[in-house]
């Protein structure tokens, strides 16, 4: 190990706290691993309309020597894409893509840029902050989360033909280059699973290091739940385009299908949803959307079964390990499920199409005894392989073998 504890630079887009999105969860449940490797300054923004004494930071301020919190530039943000000229100059002139030309990054690098330089590892999560900051990029290691030119061709093959689609693939082009080369220009870049790892040349695939999205283990220690009601629920940011797709393709499409078969099923859809997208599918009575909750688990833990009716997704669905841990079953698309060791039929239920989706919802909901074991080899899958105590122990091991064959080298 290095001779003395490392000086940890965490550079994020916005503070990982509260713990209301799967990402953040990620971002902070690292930072805890790091803080037991040495002293960590976290920087990053404060989300927009953030209230400015960040009273509800405390658990941040624990961990962390330093929070260097900049208010977010909303002035400099870009302006809304209005025009074909819009389109041409910022999705197929623009030398970035579009997502990272979009972040208002410049703030932030050159407020970190002389942090970088005092920094033994420098973490940055997400390459839309990492392509912003120019030095220091040998002790970086770049935490990808999701690899976002997945995503953009799953989202594009769901859109219909035209001009639009033309720039949006070319610019998901670009950003597919800019992925794949990513650990050839960092020290070490971070996957989710073995899955994404298997995107990357192997030549540079020996250049990254995978670290399972996971939950804390506490969701563990709950009884395991029996609901006898055809209830299912289907939990995440409503503000995020997958999962409106995912609301509406079940709702529409594979909804209907399940209430044929059973008449007084019920649909709960939770997580924030400050823009209503999901108001045209509330009804109150068949289908429920909540919005934003305090607490996801009492509404999982209450539900027959959870579902995952991803299409458009990269990296692992934290929602599904919470579901496992909580003991209730999930039936999920193969996109939804990807990158997770799960076994369909003991773990897990999959299917693909409204027709396949529908039968698995509907065979989990009326068999009691098959929901029982799932939900109980489940949790016990989850409690084996996903918990952050696990993972964070293995995150610290990898990141103090590299540093020393760093110190080494």
Known sequence: MMARRPRILFVAPITPYPLDEGWKQRMFHTLQGLATMGPVTLACYAPQGADPAMEHLAPLKNLCDSLQILDYPTADSPPPVRSYRDVLERFILSRRPFTIADFPGAPLAEH??????????????????????????????????????????????????????????FDNYKLRRLERSAPARYGKVVLTSEYDRRVFPRRLAEQTLVIPNAISSHLLTAPLADPQTHSMVFVGDMGYSANVDAAFWFTREILPRVVEALPDARLLLVGKDDRGHLRPLHDGKTVTATGRVDDVAPYVAGAAVSIAPIRVAGGTRIKILESLALGTPVVATT?????????????????????????????????????????????????????????????????????????RG
């Open 112 to 169: 970190v840029a002389e942090l970088v330089n005092e920094a033994d590892l420098v973490w940055v999560a997400r390459l839309i902050v990492a392509e912003w900051i120019p030095q220091g990029r040998h002790k970086m290691i770049v935490d990808l989360d999701d690899l976002e030119h997945v995503k953009g061709s799953r989202s594009l093959a769901l859109k219909p033909s035209g001009p639009w689609k033309l720039a949006l693939r």
């Open 335 to 407: 996109i939804g499920a990807e990158g997770l060791d799960l076994v369909s039929g003991r773990h897990i239920k999959i299917g693909d199409t409204p027709e396949a989706f529908a039968d698995a919802v509907i065979q989990v909901l009326t068999d009691r005894g098959l929901r029982r074991a799932m939900a109980t080899a489940g949790r016990a899958i989850v409690a084996e392989r996903y918990t952050w105590d696990r993972v964070g122990g293995r995150l610290v091991q990898d990141v103090g073998d590299w540093l020393d064959r760093r110190g």
